[in-house]
């Protein structure tokens, strides 16, 4: 059996959000604070998935991938 699937947002979780929708391939503002260290931990123990309405819309998959990579 695999690792449990751990669920995340993009905005607003990973991504700080403070500047509000620039659209999906925008994505201006820095990390939540802790992120990096946080998701390096969580795969260890999870398949981590991110969601986000991004994800519909051309260039929001690359854009998330680019930030958290």
């Known amino acids: 059996m695999g690792k449990p699937i751990l669920c995340l ?3 607003g979780v990973l991504h700080s ?3 509000g929708w620039k ?3 925008v994505i201006p503002d820095a990390p ?3 992120m ?3 998701l390096g931990k969580a795969v260890e123990h999870f398949d981590v998935q991110v969601f986000s309405s ?3 819309q051309p260039g929001g998959v690359d854009a ?3 930030f958290i990579w």
């Open 9 to 11: 947002d993009f905005d």
């Open 17 to 19: 959000y403070s500047s």
């Open 23 to 25: 659209g999906a391939d």
């Open 32 to 34: 939540t604070p802790g």
């Open 36 to 38: 990096a260290v946080f």
């Open 54 to 56: 991004r994800t519909h």
């Open 64 to 66: 998330m991938k680019r």
